[in-house]
């Protein structure tokens, strides 16, 4: 199963780093990676999870913090990029 995503796969330059793509990877709670830990959310202890379906979204001011690449080290997920943005 697939979705359509904006994802950031670099710093700085958005016509170079920013694609929308329609086939990636659509999340389920025994894929979904947890953005602080980087580990998936199925083997966090004594937690409970859902998977939102997102309809729109849109930039925000730390979206543009961290593409710029100046927020790396409190922002970026662990696994680093790409990631999905917005």
């Given at each position: 199963?697939?979705?359509?995503?904006?994802?950031?796969?670099?710093?700085?330059?958005?016509?170079?780093?920013?694609?929308?793509?329609?086939?990636?990877?659509?999340?389920?709670?025994?894929?979904?990676?947890?953005?602080?830990?980087?580990?998936?959310?199925?083997?966090?202890?004594?937690?409970?999870?859902?998977?939102?379906?997102?309809?729109?979204?849109?930039?925000?001011?730390?979206?543009?913090?961290?593409?710029?690449?100046?927020?790396?080290?409190?922002?970026?997920?662990?696994?680093?990029r790409?990631?999905?943005?917005?």
């Amino acid at each position: 199963n697939n979705m359509k995503a904006a994802i950031a796969t670099g710093t700085e330059n958005i016509d170079q780093y920013i694609h929308v793509k329609e086939d990636w990877p659509k999340p389920t709670l025994a894929t979904a990676v947890d953005g602080k830990t980087g580990k998936l959310v199925s083997k966090l202890p004594n937690e409970r999870h859902l998977i939102v379906k997102v309809l729109a979204c849109a930039l925000a001011p730390g979206d543009c913090r961290l593409f710029s690449g100046k927020t790396d080290l409190v922002q970026l997920p662990k696994w680093g990029r790409p990631y999905v943005i917005g």
